[in-house]
């Protein structure tokens, strides 16, 4: 089995920054695409960022700009930048791996709280 284990949610106000990290933990042979969703109180789980194995990335348009995903694969981790945080990025952050292990499968973190006030 995989295991992704996040850190760096938090309460921030308007304007700072905050860094997620999502580490991931098994007897790995691979990790494919990394991804960080939220989901705000009411909303649907929503795809923020992702990033394939070659670095490539794709952003929602809400944060564009703003956000910037990164991975290191030596660490088996996935980082995500968000600055300029603003009210409506308030929501519980997950990670998603596609994790190969005898095979292929999708990965969930546990979610970690973005809280940003006004």
């Known amino acids: 089995q995989a295991q992704l284990v996040e850190s760096g949610g938090g309460l921030v106000q308007a304007g700072e920054s905050l860094r997620l990290s999502c580490a991931v933990f098994?007897?790995?042979?691979?990790?494919?695409?990394m991804a960080w969703y939220r989901q705000a109180p009411g909303n649907e789980r929503e795809l923020v960022a992702s990033i394939d194995s070659r670095g490539t990335a794709n952003y929602a348009d809400s944060v564009k700009g703003r956000f910037t995903i990164s991975r290191d694969n030596a660490k088996n981790t996935v980082y995500l930048q968000m600055n300029s945080l603003k009210p409506e990025d308030t929501a519980v952050y997950y990670c998603?791996?596609?994790?190969?292990?005898?095979?292929?499968?999708?990965?969930w973190g546990q979610g970690t709280r973005v809280t940003v006030s006004s």
């Open positions: 098994g007897n790995i042979r691979a990790i494919l695409t």
């Open positions: 998603n791996a596609g994790i190969q292990l005898l095979f292929t499968d999708s990965y």
